[in-house]
């Protein structure tokens, strides 16, 4: 995204522009950006030629799937609806992984039908119901065992997951007990060793850490993992400041790890690839004067982006048109939705703004339009992909009829 004479341009395309076309709250990517961070992951990471599996949980819309998996990409899905749309996205089978703490019977049974890569279970219940359903189908069922690290993956508390008060993964020792008793089963195939310690990363650290785990762990198993999945969670720089993930060093540390132990990794990237592929352009609706703050009230919401609310995530503003009148006031960007929580970022400083101006919210492209609600009877958004010099509609804006 760059300013030409002072208008906010994405992949040559005037986003005011869009916003008049499309209509606003509205969802735009850059096929360019996905295209770009998938590049950078396969570059950074080339001597060790992982499997990525993108999770599918960060943005499930067909088309960018449909994207994905032509860049050859295989996917993570936890839950059979995320496996479904996978496979009709052109997905391999043999290229999805099974996460989650909570797959129900009906969704194993269905993940063995299809014969996945792997099912990344999660606990000794699982590991039994998955062994119980194998045996019934006269099946052998390739199973991963998620390790809780207890590594403390130093980003938002609500998107930590590798630490042992999480609900993810298993301890050590229950672990051990686990892969012990998957090597004696006749219907369990234990080809992998699975963590994910959370999301947001931004430094090499947490992943040095769980790494060293993985590794005494793997020893201590005593077992051939043919794959050593280790999860997603790369982080991204909302904040524009170049605070970012080294990748480099994060692939030294795996180069290390892989010289003593001889098997495939396993990666699961989400916000890595997609979220810094769309910007949410929106209209001011009203400017609302306060004593202490002027409330620059939004069309788009916290059922569009509620990453805000949810977990005081940072989304950066920005004007589509730039002038140099700074205005003293404070400003509170916020949503029409009747809850305080329904706000995106305060400023100081900022350009004067009026009624009717389209903003864009930077960065949406995770945890964005999959986490979108219909609160307050609001319909989702529309969503739309930059491909070149071409636009494609990837989701109509739901129409209020569908909602009664
Ligand atoms: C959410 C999740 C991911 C993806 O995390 P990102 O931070 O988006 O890369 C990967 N693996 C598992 C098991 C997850 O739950």
Request: glycine share 6%; proline share 3%.
């Given at each position: 995204?760059i300013?030409?004479?002072?208008?906010?341009i994405?992949?040559?395309?005037d986003?005011?522009?869009?916003?008049?076309?499309y209509?606003?709250?509205?969802?735009?990517?850059?096929?360019?950006?996905?295209?770009?961070?998938?590049?950078?992951?396969?570059?950074?990471f080339?001597?060790?030629?992982?499997?990525?599996?993108?999770?599918?949980?960060?943005?499930?819309?067909?088309?960018?799937?449909?994207?994905?998996?032509?860049?050859?990409?295989?996917?993570?899905v936890?839950?059979?609806g995320?496996?479904?749309?996978?496979?009709?996205?052109?997905?391999?089978?043999?290229?999805?992984?099974?996460?989650?703490?909570?797959?129900?019977?009906?969704?194993?049974?269905?993940?063995?039908?299809?014969?996945?890569l792997?099912?990344?279970?999660?606990?000794?219940?699982?590991?039994?119901?998955?062994?119980?359903i194998?045996?019934?189908?006269?099946?052998?069922?390739?199973?991963?065992?998620?390790?809780?690290?207890?590594?403390?993956?130093?980003?938002?508390?609500?998107?930590?997951?590798?630490?042992?008060?999480?609900?993810?993964?298993?301890?050590?020792?229950?672990?051990?007990?686990?892969?012990n008793?998957?090597?004696?089963?006749?219907?369990?195939?234990?080809?992998?060793?699975?963590?994910?310690?959370?999301?947001?990363i931004?430094?090499?650290?947490?992943?040095?850490?769980?790494?060293?785990?993985?590794?005494?762990?793997?020893?201590?198993?005593?077992?051939?993992?043919e794959?050593?999945d280790?999860?997603?969670?790369?982080?991204?720089?909302?904040?524009?400041?170049?605070?970012?993930?080294d990748?480099?060093?994060?692939?030294?540390?795996?180069?290390?790890?892989?010289?003593?132990?001889?098997?495939?990794?396993?990666?699961?990237?989400g916000?890595?690839?997609?979220?810094?592929?769309?910007?949410?352009?929106t209209?001011?609706?009203?400017?609302?004067?306060?004593?202490?703050?002027?409330f620059?009230?939004?069309?788009?919401?916290?059922?569009?982006?509620?990453?805000?609310?949810l977990?005081?995530?940072?989304?950066?503003?920005?004007?589509?048109?730039?002038?140099?009148?700074i205005?003293?006031?404070?400003?509170?960007?916020?949503?029409?939705?009747?809850?305080?929580?329904?706000?995106?970022?305060?400023?100081?400083?900022?350009q004067?703004?009026?009624?009717?101006?389209?903003?864009?919210?930077?960065?949406?492209?995770?945890?964005?339009?999959?986490?979108?609600?219909?609160?307050?009877?609001?319909?989702?958004?529309?969503?739309?992909l930059?491909?070149?010099?071409?636009?494609?509609?990837?989701?109509?804006?739901q129409?209020?009829?569908?909602?009664?």
């Amino acid at each position: 995204m760059i300013y030409k004479k002072n208008k906010l341009i994405l992949d040559g395309f005037d986003v005011v522009y869009l916003g008049k076309k499309y209509k606003t709250p509205l969802y735009c990517y850059s096929l360019k950006k996905i295209k770009d961070n998938i590049q950078k992951l396969k570059t950074n990471f080339k001597k060790i030629n992982p499997l990525i599996c993108y999770a599918v949980k960060a943005n499930a819309n067909l088309s960018i799937l449909k994207e994905i998996k032509n860049n050859n990409l295989g996917a993570d899905v936890v839950s059979i609806g995320e496996l479904i749309r996978a496979i009709k996205a052109g997905i391999k089978p043999k290229k999805i992984v099974f996460s989650g703490v909570g797959k129900t019977s009906a969704e194993i049974e269905y993940a063995i039908t299809k014969n996945i890569l792997l099912i990344n279970a999660e606990s000794k219940s699982e590991i039994l119901e998955i062994e119980r359903i194998a045996k019934l189908k006269n099946k052998i069922v390739n199973i991963g065992i998620r390790l809780n690290p207890n590594t403390d993956a130093k980003t938002l508390s609500q998107i930590s997951t590798g630490k042992k008060e999480n609900k993810f993964g298993i301890d050590q020792k229950v672990f051990l007990q686990l892969v012990n008793y998957s090597k004696r089963s006749k219907y369990l195939n234990l080809k992998c060793l699975s963590v994910h310690i959370g999301s947001q990363i931004l430094s090499h650290k947490p992943y040095q850490d769980m790494l060293r785990v993985v590794e005494k762990v793997v020893k201590r198993s005593d077992h051939k993992f043919e794959y050593v999945d280790l999860g997603g969670g790369m982080g991204i720089n909302y904040d524009n400041n170049n605070n970012k993930l080294d990748l480099k060093k994060y692939s030294k540390k795996i180069e290390e790890f892989l010289k003593k132990n001889d098997c495939k990794i396993i990666f699961e990237p989400g916000r890595s690839i997609v979220g810094n592929s769309a910007i949410l352009i929106t209209k001011i609706i009203y400017i609302k004067e306060g004593t202490k703050k002027d409330f620059i009230i939004l069309d788009a919401a916290m059922n569009d982006l509620i990453r805000p609310a949810l977990y005081g995530a940072y989304h950066r503003i920005i004007p589509t048109k730039k002038t140099k009148k700074i205005t003293n006031k404070i400003y509170e960007f916020v949503g029409p939705i009747c809850e305080s929580t329904d706000t995106f970022t305060t400023v100081k400083k900022y350009q004067k703004l009026n009624e009717k101006d389209f903003l864009v919210i930077c960065d949406v492209g995770a945890y964005g339009t999959s986490l979108a609600s219909n609160y307050n009877l609001r319909p989702k958004p529309i969503e739309i992909l930059i491909k070149g010099s071409k636009i494609q509609i990837i989701k109509k804006r739901q129409k209020i009829s569908e909602l009664m």
